[in-house]
């Protein structure tokens, strides 16, 4: 008896450190059904002079082609500050709308 004990602890030790190393290989992936936000390296010509809103601050601005972007779940966002990409990033779910 003491010897099954043994052999199943074993297996259970070697599952979790199988599975600990198998979460920390997919660390940067989103988890299953999340969304990735894609930052932008340059804002699509047809968006250059539209009027909207800051993602984050929800500022009022016009898109120029420096301006900050992302897209998320299949939508472009627009940033009037750099800094406010990382924030969204960071929480996609509490700015995207």
Request: net charge positive; aromatic share 6%; charged share 20%.
């Amino acid at each position: 008896m003491r010897k099954i004990a043994t052999v199943v602890m074993l297996a259970l030790a070697i599952g979790l450190v199988s599975t600990g190393s198998r979460q920390a290989q997919c660390a940067d992936q989103p988890a299953t059904g999340q969304q990735s936000v894609k930052i932008l390296k340059e804002v699509p010509k047809t968006d250059v002079g539209m009027k909207t809103n800051c993602a984050v601050c929800k500022m009022a601005m016009t898109v120029k082609s420096s301006t900050p972007a992302v897209e998320y779940a299949g939508k472009r966002y627009y940033f009037c500050d750099p800094s406010e990409v990382q924030a969204f990033t960071e929480n996609p779910s509490k700015y995207a709308h």
